[in-house]
């Protein structure tokens, strides 16, 4: 009755994963293509710069945000400064010893008024040399980077029937890291927007020390989400054709981490909301090998209830079920190993005692020894 169940189990367990990874590569294929893809068109990145009206771009309600503020803020901000200039210049000729001091923030405010009120130009120089440079990048090989196939191809589908819960895992990771690329080209975009409104503000703040670095760091923040998808179109450039799915695993890795390299150069996108890619990797991985693992369990606790299995098969397919939905891969293998193993002592403990059952001379009374045919 048992020759079969091993096979049975494992041809079960073949199909059920192999499913599982078909879905999941069915469903990344159409995320990647149509989701993924226009986000990184040159034309979504980096619309014309100011919007035409009418325009329905992302950055047009920033860019009338900002132009509010520049209009309403900053332009009253020139009357200030010619008045602190006036009163510097006649503070002169009576306090000498205060102009080591009031000098070096006037210059600052006058650099801090003019590039304020030219936030949007020079905002638009960026944005536009980014432009210029990201189709060039992005058109290599032919734009071959835009299509899921050209990435994962057939090995994709061979490796996941022949590695069962291994590719679903791997698949599960792959679908993770394409949704976390996405997000993070949205959070590039949303943050675009935002920067484009607090720099002037930022810009106006610049002399007042407190304020110096979060305006600097403003602009750095800026120029770097401008040319970021420059850094994120190469490694997807270098996955087309990928040997195997390792490797495109490692590659969508990358550029889910542009940010983080980005950073190693000296950049702070990482405190923008930016997350680690070792994060995002670890975390995919993690739901994954939980969910082989419960799937696993769900597989394997129902044989306990098949009434053609021996009780002590259908004990052991219980606790085993039970053992598996406890930890996710691998943590889940040592305990299934011990739990056997207690199981087979268990089982080897009660054979013996069962055997010497009959054997009890070492545990008959004193007094009842002559009874059982010994000295008297």
């Known amino acids: 009755m048992t020759d079969w169940t091993g096979p049975a189990i494992q041809a079960f367990l073949f199909t059920l994963f192999a499913g599982l990874t078909a879905i999941l590569a069915a469903v990344i294929g159409p995320t990647y293509d149509n989701l993924l893809v226009p986000e990184l068109a040159p034309g979504a990145l980096f619309p014309s710069f100011p919007p035409p009206a009418g325009s329905t771009s992302f950055l047009a309600g920033a860019t009338a945000f900002s132009g509010y503020l520049i209009s309403n803020l900053v332009d009253p901000a020139i009357a200030l400064v010619a008045v602190g200039v006036a009163l510097v210049f006649l503070a002169r000729a009576f306090f000498g010893a205060w102009r080591g001091r009031l000098e070096p923030l006037l210059g600052r405010l006058v650099v801090a008024v003019l590039l304020a009120n030219f936030t949007l130009p020079v905002a638009g120089a960026i944005l536009g040399l980014a432009a210029a440079t990201y189709p060039m990048i992005a058109s290599w090989d032919g734009g071959a980077w835009q299509h899921w196939m ?21 698949t ?109 990797v670890g975390g995919a991985l993690q739901r994954g090998l939980g969910a082989a693992s419960m799937a696993a369990g769900g597989v394997v606790r129902p044989l306990e209830q098949v009434p053609g299995l021996a009780k002590p098969l259908q004990g052991a397919a219980g606790s085993a079920g039970r053992t598996l939905g406890r930890a996710a891969f691998p943590a889940s293998i040592p305990l299934l190993a011990g739990d056997f193993l207690g199981r087979g002592a268990s089982h080897l403990v009660s054979h013996l005692t069962r055997g010497h059952a009959g054997v009890t001379d070492r545990f008959v009374p004193k007094g009842a020894a002559g009874s059982r045919g010994g000295p008297s």
Not at 154 to 163: I, M, Q, R, T, Y
Not at 191 to 219: C, E, G, K, N, S
């Open 172 to 280: 599960f990771a792959l679908f993770a890291l394409v949704m976390a690329l996405a997000a993070a080209v949205a959070l590039r975009d949303a943050l675009l927007a935002v920067l484009l409104v607090l720099l002037p503000v930022l810009t106006i703040l610049w002399p007042i020390p407190t304020f110096a670095p979060a305006a600097r760091r403003a602009w750095l923040w800026f120029g770097e989400l401008a040319f970021l998808p420059c850094v994120v179109v190469i490694p997807l450039e270098l996955a087309v054709g990928a040997p195997n799915i390792l490797m495109l695993l490692g590659y969508l890795t990358v550029a889910v981490g542009a940010p983080a390299i980005v950073n190693v150069a000296g950049s702070s996108l990482s405190s923008v909301g930016f997350g680690n890619a070792g994060a995002a």
């Open 150 to 170: 050209a990435l994962a191809g057939v090995g994709e589908l061979s490796f996941s029937w022949d590695n069962g819960a291994l590719a679903f895992v791997l």
